[in-house]
């Protein structure tokens, strides 16, 4: 609305006043960046990051030539030689970008392992064609407003807010279904459908129909898109670990943004293709004595001049550029379909977060016998759709990469879900407990510092040898818990203090990494080999398989001994005893050796010999590996070692048996066997 009030003057203190649509935001933008630097304390360990700069540059060189293109292409025409330099400028731009991330691996701008995610991918990609169906829609709505009701800038603006009215009530509800269900997969899919829904009824309204149609219609855009904005960011972020929901929620705004410029491009290319050849038809197929076509390519450029010409030529005018609309409306209404249909094949993970809803802070007067109230919601109430569902694979398996440092699930920071017990009260603080890893060892040493929703400090304390903690708090009410210790991944919970103690014990995960390269041979790198990582008590903590490049990783690791396995086809397993020191960061490179194939046939003077006994006895003359010929007299002995053996061939050895004979006709069989054993019937 004040873009629009501002687009109203000519000219505002010496700059033109369209201007003021992008200006108005400045010093908006300030005032939220100087509440955010004043409120925002947000606890965080400080690390040391590669910046991917090559990686932004090849992003902007990829994605500025397309923005030109799309902005100008209409004048230029798309098949025009400078769109087509902007279009090879541009795919040299992506080639460039996904070599720099390949390259760039964990630290990449976007790394590129977040796409082996089904669910991230399809979230990405549905967003992307959600940004086109909505920023192509909500375009086209001023311009029905202002164009063919002709009203100003300002009244246009006012007339928006259904659309945003709907947008509003569509994300509250949405957040609610997803805080209170954990589930959030449907509100995309039904949201695109009613997108859809509105934009083939936008597509109903003609040039005189009353106003509360394009009004309610486009509060039913708004509900759809209320539906999909915040949810599919939500799913991207659910899709991947917690240590790269940044870089999710950014991938997801960037191409839902990518989405809205081809949107907007298209969807005009559209209404400007139609616009001249439905103004015909609403002519009867001639234009009117005196507007030509190059009348009609000047109205194109500046509709500001449609309303002072005469009724007879404005209203088929008017006519035509409401059903060039319609036509721009069902394309919007198909790409939102599409939208829905690739949404359906996303895949729901359960997000990281208790759905269970905040408890209430216990107050002073509450009775001496109810205890305090331990809020585990690390939602702000209003963030809704944080909220998640009861916590899964995020939080119960390690962290593991495959082939090439694509992540699997990573363990939830401590202090949600199950990494947060809270059991009965005990002793005189308003709040103690105990700090422990994974294995149940206690965390000595860790700092625990109490904050309240302002991100003040009011308490701080230390675990002792068997790491306990007690904290005191001045006043009752909601406060948060941080909890950090060296070569651990640091916590956050949030608490209701109340009148009566309360424990809360809580897990550690580590922040190391176990890394290395398998090899054989002379350093030769093997690919598809199984690292496994296991504790003193047998668990397996953590998992990798490698790459092309031979390398492995295992995060999460804390200080303490391992058992570290390598298991690959025809090699000898390796297994060795490691211990990890405590900055919980160790580099250890494996060689696996070789094993051999021995294969050949057992054969006497009148051809191969069936079934034959073939033995491998090594130096020491233990057998080491045996088999059985086949009807052709082969063998085959898969992993050896290598080395020098002793290659055993025998047939069955005789078998005896006692028998005796009279007058009659007597039969006897005999079985032989390896073992020495003859069956007598």
């Known amino acids: 609305m004040l873009g629009g009030f501002f687009s109203d003057y000519d000219t505002l203190w010496g700059i033109d006043g369209w201007r003021w649509v992008f200006l108005v935001n400045v010093p908006i933008g300030v005032l939220a960046l100087a509440v955010v630097a004043k409120v925002l304390n947000v606890p965080h360990e400080r690390q040391r990051h590669r910046v991917d700069w090559f990686g932004a540059i090849a992003l902007a060189i990829c994605v500025v030539p397309l923005l030109i293109v799309a902005e100008q292409g209409r004048g230029w025409g798309w098949e025009s030689p400078r769109a087509l330099l902007c279009y090879g400028i541009g795919a040299a731009g992506l080639v460039l970008f996904l070599l720099v991330e390949f390259l760039m691996k964990d630290a990449a701008l976007i790394p590129l392992r977040l796409f082996r995610n089904s669910t991230f991918s399809i979230t990405i990609l549905g967003g992307f064609i959600v940004g086109i169906a909505m920023f192509g829609a909500i375009s086209m709505v001023p311009l029905y407003l202002q164009v063919v009701r002709g009203y100003s800038p300002t009244k246009a603006g006012l007339l928006m807010l259904p659309l945003v009215l709907g947008i509003m009530i569509g994300s509250l509800i949405a957040g609610q279904i997803t805080k209170l269900t954990g589930r959030y997969k449907i509100l995309p ?25 394009p009004l309610v219609y486009s509060a039913v855009i708004g509900f759809g898109l209320g539906g999909c904005m915040q949810t599919l960011i939500i799913a991207a972020q659910n899709a991947g ?21 081809l949107g907007v491009a298209v969807f005009l290319t559209i209404l400007f293709n139609l616009l001249p050849h439905k103004i015909i038809d609403a002519f009867g197929g001639v234009l009117p004595p005196g507007f030509d076509a190059g009348k009609l390519d000047q109205l194109q450029a500046n509709t500001s001049g449609i309303a002072a010409l005469p009724a007879q030529v404005r209203d088929p005018i008017l006519i035509g550029f409401t059903e060039s609309l319609h036509g721009v409306f069902y394309a919007a209404a198909g790409v939102a379909l599409l939208a829905c249909v690739v949404l359906l094949f996303m895949k729901e993970i359960p997000l990281q977060d208790s759905p269970t809803p905040p408890a209430q802070p216990q107050r002073a007067e509450s009775a001496p016998d109810e205890p305090a109230v331990l809020d585990l919601d690390t939602a702000p109430d209003d963030d809704a759709e944080t909220a998640g569902s009861e916590p899964e694979a995020w939080e119960r398996e390690p962290l593991w990469e495959d082939d090439e440092g694509a992540a699997r699930p990573e363990p939830a ?52 040898g068997a790491g306990a903690y007690r904290l005191s708090a001045p006043d009752q009410g909601n406060h948060v818990l941080i909890v950090s210790a060296e070569g651990h991944q640091p916590a956050a919970v949030n608490v209701a203090i109340g009148a009566e103690p309360q424990t809360a014990d809580l897990t550690l995960l580590g922040a190391g990494e176990l890394s290395g390269i398998v090899t054989e041979g002379p350093g030769r790198p093997l690919a598809d080999v199984t690292v496994t990582l296991t504790d003193r008590r047998g668990e397996v903590v953590g998992a990798a398989v490698t790459g092309p490049d031979g390398a492995y990783a295992c995060h999460g690791i804390v200080a303490g001994t391992y058992t570290l396995v390598a298991v ?67 063998y085959r002995i898969d992993d050896l070692p290598a080395g020098d053996y002793t290659v055993v061939g025998r047939g069955y050895p005789p078998a005896s048996a006692r028998v005796a004979v009279d007058g009659e006709r007597s039969a006897h069989d005999l079985r032989l066997c390896y073992d020495g054993a003859a069956d007598r019937s």
């Open 241 to 261: 670990p917690r240590s790269d929901m940044g870089v999710s929620t950014a991938s997801a705004t960037f191409f839902r943004q990518m989405g809205g410029t």
């Open 189 to 213: 899919v039904l949201g695109t459908f009613v997108i859809a829904c509105g934009a083939a009824l936008y597509a109903q309204v003609h040039y005189d129909s009353p106003l509360w149609q």
């Open 413 to 464: 920071p401590a202090g949600t879900g199950a990494h947060a017990a809270f059991p009965e009260s005990a002793g005189d603080a308003p709040l103690s407990g105990r700090i422990h890893r994974e294995d149940g060892q206690p965390v000595s040493g860790a700092a625990l510092t109490l904050i309240d929703q302002r991100g003040h400090q009011v308490s701080r304390a230390a675990t002792d």
């Open 568 to 634: 690959a086809g025809h090699r000898r397993p390796d297994a060795t005893t490691l211990t990890v020191p405590a900055t919980g960061m160790l580099r250890y490179d494996i060689e696996l050796a070789p094993t051999a194939v021995l294969s050949g046939r057992v054969r006497s003077e009148r051809g191969p010999v069936a079934h034959a006994h073939v033995a491998v006895l090594d130096s020491g003359g233990t057998v080491v590996a045996a088999a059985l010929t086949d009807g052709d007299g082969r």
